[in-house]
């Protein structure tokens, strides 16, 4: 057998969860299968992130995925061990292989894999799973080849960010009304597009689906199909407080908001390698989707520094591809959920490839259905999340926006960047398991701009990638944005809201055909 020497692999350290309890170590006959990610052949050009041009999926992998003879490298030490390479995929990068913890032990070793038991961050209940604890060393022939190891630790990444109303909603909307108000541009629906979801949990049943669209009039129902990621399906619990609320929230929303438009929806483990592997997959799909929603998400502390880097990455290539990634800015206020008294961002909504959504408190004139107030989501001690980030540095189409610096003194990006209708107490209407709720959340907001930029991508006639830099230009404090409504009151415990960018609901909440107008304008489309 060839040598075994090994190399530490940068930012790897992971932290033990907290209050876990220990039952033992992970026995070496474990049959597991890791996740590796492989450097690039070379860096994504800033401009072609942050421009209006785009790439195929095939040109993305010759020009930036990983290097055929680095994807040789690896097939060929794993076999040499004994392990099976289950899947390689040049253009994003990740290469899986197979074996028991004592072969993989050869080639990827981690300083401590125990088994535990923890509080899911989402149910509470307790959950058993694997823990690795300190830095992994990887084989030494695998240094600056492999950046990335991710499946040895399954414990529980994210969680979904719907709050559902438990009194009687003071009112409540069907996602249609929400595109009226929001002035979503006529003449669209969608066609042509497709619209991908991530789901870590839960699932939806056709019934469920076909109900709720037949009665609120939509013929053909929207096309969904679920594609399985890492072992993930789509596994409905038929518990209406269960996570099949996320989902049906996300596939509900997005479907009504644009129904033509193709959905495929993606079920992976609640683990960062189930998390990054399921982007990647949807990203580098083809057809290519015109964008993403994601309404799960953690606390920036709660990523390992390898973590984040990877599903940054991951989220640089799907702008690269022409592909909006819309991710919930989380429910915690500007806490996050952290109990340290300091303001916090939530990931992947910080990331700078992502759009940060936002949430506001609607109230609608019925009589003239126009918007009578929107102000920043906060009650009943939750509300939407927002805030500087500890870890990703202000981007250039951000800088005069007004971002404050973090607590730390962090130049540091803002987050969210735009906003939607968020409260319980304003929500959506929805059918889960055949219950019907009202929920709200940002985690409504991410598939309502996620059904949006469908329609704006078929109204311009191409995919439009990360929207920031076309979205903040004009964008000073005290100036409101063009496309946007201002959300001028509230606060989200550590910020107040302001006129222009503020860290509770962004640039603010669509006027969709006045953004169509400055997206004619700034494209050329």
């Not at 206020?333 to 992502?354: E, N, V």
């Not at 500890?390 to 906003?419: C, I, K, N, T, Y």
């Not at 920031?468 to 910020?495: C, E």
Request: proline letters at 7%.
């Amino acid at each position: 057998m060839a040598t075994t020497h090994k190399i530490a692999l940068a930012e790897s350290l992971r932290a033990p969860v907290p209050d876990a309890r220990v039952i033992g170590p992970v026995e070496d006959s474990e049959h597991l299968e890791i996740t590796l990610v492989l450097r690039r052949r070379a860096p994504i050009p800033h401009d072609l992130v942050e421009g209006t041009d785009t790439v195929t999926p095939q040109e993305l992998g010759d020009r930036y995925g990983a290097d055929p003879t680095d994807v040789d490298l690896i097939r060929r030490t794993a076999e040499e061990h004994g392990l099976k390479v289950t899947e390689t995929h040049p253009g994003a990068r990740r290469v899986k292989i197979a074996g028991t913890l004592g072969q993989l032990r050869h080639v990827v070793d981690p300083q401590a894999l125990q088994q535990v038991e923890s509080a899911d961050p989402h149910t509470g209940a307790s959950v058993r799973h694997r823990q690795r604890t300190g830095a992994l060393d990887i084989l030494a022939e695998w240094h600056d080849v492999v950046v990335g190891v991710l499946g040895l630790d399954d414990r529980p990444q994210a969680r979904p960010y719907l709050r559902r109303h438990t009194a009687a909603a003071e009112t409540s909307y069907a996602p249609p009304e929400l595109g009226t108000l929001y002035n979503f541009p006529a003449g669209t629906d969608g066609t042509g597009q497709v619209l991908a979801i991530i789901e870590l949990g839960g699932g939806f049943t056709t019934g469920d689906l076909d109900q709720y669209f037949r009665d609120l009039g939509i013929s053909p129902a929207p096309s969904v199909t679920a594609v399985g990621v890492d072992g993930g399906a789509n596994a409905p619990e038929g518990n209406p407080d269960s996570a099949d609320g996320e989902v049906l929230l996300d596939i509900q929303v997005a479907g009504a908001l644009a129904p033509a438009a193709r959905q495929l929806v993606y079920f992976a483990p609640n683990t960062d390698q189930g998390f990054v592997d399921a982007l990647t997959t949807a990203v580098h799909a083809t057809p290519t989707p015109a964008a993403v929603s994601i309404s799960w998400g953690a606390n920036e502390d709660a990523w390992t520094a390898q973590g984040r880097r990877l599903f940054d990455q991951a989220l640089a290539d799907a702008a690269a591809l022409g592909v909006t990634v819309c991710a919930a800015s989380g429910d915690n206020l500007s806490s996050d959920g952290a109990r340290d008294r300091r303001t916090h961002t939530d990931f992947p909504a910080s990331s700078p490839y992502a759009l940060a959504c936002g949430g506001t408190r609607l109230i609608e004139d019925t009589s003239t259905g126009t918007i009578t107030a929107e102000t920043v989501w906060h009650s009943n001690g939750v509300g939407t999340g927002g805030g500087v980030s500890d870890v990703f540095e202000l981007p250039s189409w951000q800088s005069g926006a007004g971002v404050p610096a973090g607590h730390s003194g962090f130049a540091g990006r803002g987050v969210p960047d735009v906003a939607g209708d968020a409260d319980p107490g304003t929500g959506y209407q929805v059918l889960v398991d055949g219950q019907q709720q009202v929920v709200g959340g940002t985690s409504a907001v991410a598939p309502l701009w996620a059904a949006l930029t469908c329609r704006l991508t078929q109204a311009l006639g191409r995919r439009l990638g990360l929207l920031q830099p076309l979205l903040y230009p004009g964008a000073t404090p005290g100036h409101t944005a063009p496309g946007f409504r201002d959300i001028t009151k509230g606060n989200n415990v550590g910020y107040k809201a302001a006129p222009g960018w503020d860290p509770c609901t962004g640039l603010g909440t669509p006027d969709g055909t006045a953004l169509l107008d400055r997206l004619r304008t700034t494209t050329g489309s």
